[in-house]
C-alpha cells in the first residue's frame, strides 16, 4: 500500500498526535506545537510537491536529497517539470555532493559488499561513461535486493508492491514502486531512439540501444538510494510489527523519540536553509582556528610522521565499517608510497554547512611538489552528516584511488 501524500506516514501521523498531547501535558505547549506543525507542513508539502512535478518522470524523492535542495529545485523551476529534471540532475552532477549521498551506504551489509562497484560507477559517470555506470548500477541494485531478504529475488524480479517502503517517503504513491513499472518493463523488438528512463529490461538484454546519457545514468544513482531507503524501512517495518502491545511508558519513550528526532532534523534544515558559503586565506579572521584547519594540520602532520594508525581515526566512519579492523592497513597501503616531507595549508572552501574542502601544497619526499584538495565532511555518530553546532566531527572523504591522482604538480619554487 503506497501513501497518497506525505501526510500519510505512520510518523507523520504519529507525531501528528503527539502535537495534541504536547498542547495538553505541557506548559508552553501551544506555541511549540504550532512552531513544529508549521515545520511538519512545510515538509509534507515540498514532499508532495517533488512527486507532483517530478514522480511521473520517475524520479524518487530520498533520505539522501536534501529538502532545502529540493525547495530550491522546485522554485527555479516554476512549474517546469523539465527545468526541475535539469536542475535535480546538476544537483547529483556534483562529485563531492554524490559523494555525500553514497556514504550512508555502508550500514547496509549486503550494500556494503558492493561499494567498489558503485565506487567505480561514479567514476565512470563523471568521466562521461554514461553506459557503464547505468550497467553496473544495475547489478549492484539486483545483487544486493536479492542478498537483503531471504526470498532469494533481484530487484528485476519483484513486482511493484513489493517495494512498498513503509514509513518512508519512497512509499508515496508516486514513488518507489510506481517507477518499478518502467524498471522491469519489457521489450522485444530493438529500439535505437534515445531513451531517458532507466529501462532495466531491455537495457541488460540489449533490446534498447540509446540509453548512454547523464539522465538515465544518473536516475541509476536516484534508484540506487531510493532501494537503499526502501530496505532500511523493510528493516524498521519488521522491528515496529515485533514490538510490544504499547503502554502508557512506551508511548511516552516513543513519544520523546520521535519528538527529538524530528527536532533535529529541523535544525538540520535550518543551518542548511541559512548556511552561506565562505572562503579563508592565511592571514584572514579565524583561518587557523578553524576546524577544517585544525583537522587537516592533524590529519598531514600524521602523514609526515608515518602515524598511519592516528591518521585513519580522520577517515569517515563509511571507510571504517567498509574496511573494518584492516582499515589501517588499507590506509597505510594507500599513503605509505608516498612519504610526505612537509606541507602547506593554503585555503578553506566551507562550501556547504556540513562539508568542506581545503587546498594544501604537499612536499613529497624525492622533491616532488603537488596541490592536493581534501575534502571533509561533519558527521554524527551514526555517520549522518551534520552542521554545527549539533554533535559532530569533522572526517576526510577519502577516495584512496583519486586522492593522489587528483594532485597537481607544481614547478619547485
Partial sequence: MSYESARDLPSFLELELQLKLLRLLRKGGRKEAASIETQLREMAETIDAFYQLLGEKHWILHDRLS???????????????????????????????????LLPLWKLPAMRRRLDLVDKARRDYFDGRFYATVHVLLSVMDGFVNEFENVRRGLHARKPEELHAWDSVVGHHLGLAHAHKTFTKGRSATQEEPVYELYRNGIVH????????VTVATKAFNRLLAVSDWAVAREKEQQHQAEEPPTWSSVGRQFRKAFGAFREQAKVEHANRRWKPVEYLPGSENFTGHPLYQQTHELLTCWKRRNYGSLSDLMTHGLHRKHGKSVRSEVRRAFEPFPLADFEIR???HDMAAAGTVLAVLDHSGGQRVSAELRWVREDAQAYPCPEPMPGQWRLVFQPREF??????????
Fill in 67 to 101: 529538502l532545502t535542495a529540493v525547495r530550491s529545485v522546485l522554485a527555479a523551476a516554476d512549474g517546469d517539470a523539465d527545468r526541475a529534471e535539469q536542475l535535480l540532475i546538476e544537483h547529483y552532477h556534483d562529485p563531492e555532493r554524490l559523494t555525500l549521498m
Fill in 206 to 213: 540489449g533490446s534498447i540501444l540509446n540509453y548512454d546519457n
Fill in 347 to 349: 585555503e578553506i572552501r
Fill in 404 to 413: 593522489l591522482t587528483r594532485a597537481t604538480p607544481l614547478s619547485v619554487e
